[in-house]
C-alpha cells in the first residue's frame, strides 16, 4: 500500500523568508510518481510539479524547488522569497502508476506568509 | 476561459434528501473525478469516469452515485445513504488517465442540517 505523509499540518514564516515543506512517502514499487499540488484560498488545486522515481534531480522554477531523494523517500518542496501569494495549503501525491484514479494524497501542510 | 466549473458553492440540505452537485468541463478532457476533502485529511476518490457513459468507484463510493452522459459533464448526487455528507467537495479532469496533472475546480461545500 502507498502512503504519503506530510508531518507539517501548518507553518507560518515572515514575507521574504525560505521555507520548506516536507513529504515523506511510502511505496512497494520502483515505478512511482510524486506530485505537488497548491490550493489556495478559492479552493481549487492548483498542479505544481510531477516527478517520477527514475529523475532524481532536483528542480527549480522561479522561487519554487524540489529536493527528491530515493534513500530518504522524501520530495520536499522550497519555497524561497516567500511571498503572501503563497498562503495556501500545499498537497504532496503519490502514484505507484500511472493512472490517475491510483493517486494518494497526503493530508496537507497550510502555509501562511506574514506580511 | 477553459476551466472547470462546479456549482453550487455552497449547499445546505437536511438529512434524507439527495442532493446532486454540478461539475461541467470545457477543456475537452476525457477523464473526471470526484474527490472529498475533509479537515486535516487528503483527498479522497469518490468515482471517476475515463470515457463518456462509463465511471468507476474509487475509494469511498458507497452513498454517492455519478453519470457521465455527456464529455463535459460529470455530476455527483449525494444520497441519503452517506451517513457522514458534509464536506468539501472537488470536480477534477484530466486530458487522459495516465498524465498525473489533475485540473480543478473551486469545489461546493456541502451541510446537512
Known amino acids: 500500500a502507498q502512503k504519503v505523509t506530510q508531518a507539517q499540518t501548518e507553518i507560518s514564516v515572515v514575507e521574504k523568508e525560505d521555507v520548506t515543506l516536507d513529504c515523506v512517502y511510502e511505496?512497494?514499487?520502483?515505478?512511482?510518481?510524486l506530485f505537488w499540488y497548491k490550493q489556495p484560498p478559492s479552493g481549487e488545486l492548483v498542479f505544481l510539479i510531477r516527478?517520477?522515481?527514475?529523475?532524481?534531480q532536483n528542480e527549480i522554477s522561479g522561487r519554487y524547488s524540489w529536493n527528491f531523494q530515493k534513500s530518504t523517500s522524501s520530495f520536499n518542496f522550497t519555497i524561497t522569497a516567500s511571498q503572501v501569494v503563497d498562503s495556501a495549503v500545499y498537497f504532496c501525491?503519490?502514484?505507484?502508476?500511472?493512472?490517475?484514479?491510483?493517486?494518494?494524497f497526503g493530508t496537507g501542510t497550510r502555509l501562511t506568509i506574514i506580511p | 476561459d477553459g476551466g472547470i466549473t462546479q456549482s453550487p458553492k455552497y449547499l445546505f440540505r437536511k438529512e434524507g434528501q439527495n442532493v446532486t452537485l454540478s461539475c461541467e468541463q470545457n477543456?475537452?478532457?476525457?477523464?473526471m473525478y470526484w474527490y472529498r476533502q475533509d479537515p486535516g485529511q487528503g483527498l479522497r476518490l469518490i468515482y471517476y469516469?475515463?470515457?463518456?457513459?462509463?465511471?468507476q468507484k474509487g475509494d469511498i463510493a458507497e452513498g454517492y452515485s455519478v453519470s457521465r452522459e455527456k464529455k463535459e459533464s460529470f455530476p455527483l448526487t449525494v444520497t441519503s445513504a452517506q451517513k457522514n455528507p458534509t464536506a468539501f467537495y472537488l470536480c477534477?479532469?484530466?486530458?487522459?488517465?495516465?498524465?498525473?496533472?489533475?485540473?480543478f475546480g473551486e469545489g461546493s461545500r456541502l451541510t446537512v442540517l
Open positions: 511505496t512497494r514499487d520502483t515505478t512511482y510518481y
Open positions: 477534477a479532469s484530466s486530458e487522459n488517465e495516465n498524465t498525473g496533472e489533475l485540473f
Open positions: 516527478r517520477n522515481s527514475f529523475d532524481e
Open positions: 477543456l475537452n478532457h476525457d477523464a
Open positions: 469516469s475515463q470515457i463518456v457513459n462509463d465511471f
Open positions: 501525491a503519490l502514484s505507484e502508476a500511472f493512472g490517475n484514479e491510483k493517486l494518494t
